[in-house]
């Protein structure tokens, strides 16, 4: 189960798309908006980086297309750059987007935000599910 790391005893753990707790997504690379592993979001988060993926050749080219190259490694920013098998933290309207053009990446919906529910309805979601 993972709790905000300011969360208090007393609040509910974040939840994912299946009403579940939410799972991390990956360490390797870090991911998250938080950089903790998990889809985590919050008021900062103006991209609601929410959903679990496993990148693809595809997607990554799309994404590199629509401006926003997650393929090169950023060191000062503690970004070593992603490649295909990756798991990734993207953002919600990004990820319908690509779906949209017939590329989104697959994903972890144990490990996919229950937010990203506001952005990209659940069926979309269950049709590209891995693991």
């Known amino acids: 189960m993972i709790q905000s790391a300011d969360a ?3 609040e509910k753990p974040e939840r994912n798309v299946l009403g579940g707790p939410l799972v991390e997504c990956s360490r390797d690379p870090l991911t998250g908006f938080f950089r903790d592993g998990c889809c985590r979001t919050g008021p900062d988060d ?3 980086h929410t959903v679990c993926a496993m990148m693809t050749a595809e997607f990554l080219e799309f994404s590199r297309s629509r401006g926003n190259d997650l393929l090169t490694p950023h060191p000062e920013w503690n970004f070593p750059g992603l490649k295909p098998g990756d798991r990734w933290c993207l953002c919600a309207s990004r990820w319908l987007e690509a779906d949209e053009a017939g590329c989104a990446p697959g994903v972890v919906l144990a490990a996919t935000h229950e937010r990203t529910l506001d952005v990209v ?6 049709a590209r599910a891995i693991v």
């Open 8 to 10: 208090s005893p007393t």
């Open 121 to 126: 309805p659940i069926e979309r979601l269950r």
């Open 46 to 48: 103006v991209g609601t």
